[in-house]
């Protein structure tokens, strides 16, 4: 059910769980300070209890309530309203907020939505806790229609802010020690870009900082990755060969004739094939990094959509670098199967 902003402000204060919009993807939120609506999110997720939830705020003011922020760290806060999560220490051990939310860590994942509807419900309910709004471990949602697919007779609404512009969800760092920083998950925020504002980007190695037992797995074997933002279907993600991507894909759909396969693509060149749909992601005029801005954007979209009509969704994988290295991490979760060679 599609909700205005002012019921759900109302339904949030009375201990309900409603999905909202912001730039990255949909949240699901409750009042982080209700324990009992915090669980709602963890029972309508299926979410696992030891997976703790990001808190999202209106303003710095309202994140130095509840965490401490170093000044060393103080350049960061340039990225907000945006999509960058800190996780910060908690400013008080008997905080109001409920336990759950954390997940027994003594660190908030705190972040500033930039998204005018939602900022204008977080200046009356705040903090809000919200994972994305999906069934755990599936596709996350950038529409409302996204969110009722999944969770509509789980939540008391949906706040339609129209589909999230930016479409993956957000950088999630751990400061360290002071300017250095480790990324717990690569998004928008690149560390390109935390560099050129002076910070330092630990590197990959020191698993002791990553977040659950899952992400574990994922970082230290990358053929046991977690199961993630998987859509309904197989997705098969192809290595990337240059010069030979028209070739692999070829290969790939004589191999698999007797499927309904759907290429999902965004390259600048056109690619033909008789023998699968080819579905565009992005404008094949554009440079890469646009390209890979618009095939962000329509990723989680266009998973949810073509594994209603398709036996299977296959993509090659980006390039790694700027964008491209938060796709290939949702890809690398998302994908059932990671084909090296044909
Ligand atoms: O863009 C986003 O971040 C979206 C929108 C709704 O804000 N939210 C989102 O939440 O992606 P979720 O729960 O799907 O992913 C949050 C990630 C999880 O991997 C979680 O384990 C980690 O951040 N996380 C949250 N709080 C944490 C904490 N206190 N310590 C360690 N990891 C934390
Ligand atoms: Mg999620």
Redesign the pocket.
């Known amino acids: 059910m599609i909700i205005t902003v002012e019921k759900a402000i109302s339904l949030l204060k009375s201990g309900e769980i409603v999905a909202i919009p912001?730039e990255?993807?949909?949240?699901l939120a409750a009042l982080a300070t209700d324990e009992s609506a915090v669980q709602k999110i963890f029972t309508a997720k299926n979410r696992p209890a030891n997976?703790?939830?990001?808190c999202?705020f209106a303003s710095i003011d309202q994140i130095l309530e509840f965490t401490v922020l170093r000044p060393e760290l103080m350049a960061l806060t340039e990225f907000w309203p945006g999509?960058l999560?800190l996780?910060l220490p908690l400013k008080d051990k008997f905080s109001k907020l409920s336990k759950t939310v954390?997940?027994g860590?003594e660190?908030?994942?705190v972040?500033i939505?930039n998204h005018e509807l939602t900022l204008s419900i977080l200046k009356q309910a705040y903090p809000l806790a919200?994972?994305?709004?999906n069934i755990s471990g599936r596709t996350?949602s950038v529409t409302a229609a996204n969110v009722e697919q999944q969770l509509a007779d789980r939540i008391s609404g949906v706040v339609d802010g129209g589909k999230s512009s930016t479409g993956l969800?957000?950088t999630?760092l751990?400061p360290i020690k002071d300017k250095e920083l480790k990324i717990?998950?690569p998004?928008m925020i690149t560390s390109e870009m935390l560099i050129e504002k002076g910070f330092k980007i630990a590197p990959d190695s020191n698993l002791e900082f990553t977040?659950?037992s899952d992400?574990k797995v994922g970082l230290l074997s990358p053929g046991l990755l977690p199961v993630h933002y998987r859509p309904k279907v197989p997705l098969i993600l192809l290595k990337r060969v240059p010069g030979k991507i028209q070739q692999t894909v070829n290969r790939y759909a004589k191999e698999n004739s007797s499927k309904r396969i759907c290429l999902l693509w965004y390259e600048d060149f056109e690619l033909n094939s008789t023998e699968l749909t080819v579905i565009r992601l992005s404008s094949a005029k554009s440079n890469l990094q646009a390209r890979y801005l618009e095939l962000a954007s329509n990723l989680y979209a266009s998973l949810l959509e073509y594994e209603k009509d398709f036996e299977e969704l296959v993509i090659i994988e980006p390039e790694d670098q700027a964008t491209g290295v938060a796709i290939n991490d949702r890809l690398k979760r998302a994908a059932s199967r990671y084909i090296e060679s044909l």
């Open positions: 912001t990255t993807v949909y949240g997976n703790p939830l990001i999202h999509p999560t996780l954390t997940a860590s660190r908030l994942g972040r939505p919200a994972p994305s709004a996350s969800e957000s999630v751990l717990l998950r998004g977040l659950s992400d």
